[in-house]
């Protein structure tokens, strides 16, 4: 992961030093944007350099949403949205757009850069295993996922909730177990992000969506349709 280019997003000039001095003292190269629109021109003439995108809400000339929304018909580059306490309620409004992971602020830079080797970690890593079940089929050498025959796009975390849920078909599964695995980080905020990937995935399922259960008082399995 040392060397991996991150483009850095907020027109708080602080926080783009802070976070470049912290990522930096990792390995990681920082590219900086003070709004959407020039992150939006740096991504379009570097989006095969770029390994991963911070991404704040609250920006002049152009918001982290309509950023994401530009960045999102390029590519399916991984993005943290950064956002102000009072902006948590927009996390579904988020997930919706593609993003993978939120960060509030103020945060701790040193948790932050853990999500980001957390997230790049899988990003980089390489198996070669394939998984089917009840005709949606994934590809994890590809990254891609097969229903009924037709690709369906899934961000990032999506799709690696979605193989968790597979892998441990039939087992019900806490919300702590399932941050703490598929984020691997200890997430000590609300659990509703589960919730609101697990809303997505049941969505491009389609009819399939029926086979993630809602193990009510514990969290999720997955398996066969509930009679």
Known sequence: MSGAK????????????????????????????EDGKKAVNIFEEKNKEIDMILLDVM????????TLREIRKMSKVPVIMITARGEEHDELFGYELGVDQYISKPFSPKVLVARVEALLKRTKKEEDISLEHEGIFINTKARTVIIDEKNVDFTLMEYELLKYLILNKNIALSRD??????????????????DSHIKKIRKKLGKKGILIQTIRGVGYKFGAEPK
Not at 10 to 33: N, P, S, T, Y
């Open 59 to 66: 920006m002049p000339n152009m918001d982290g949403w309509s």
């Open 6 to 33: 991150i483009l850095v997003v907020d027109d708080e000039a602080r926080i783009r030093k802070l976070l470049k001095d912290f990522l930096g003292q990792k390995g990681f190269v920082v590219i900086e944007a």
């Open 177 to 194: 177990k399932i941050i703490s695995d598929v984020w691997e980080y200890d997430y000590y905020g609300e659990t509703r992000t589960i």
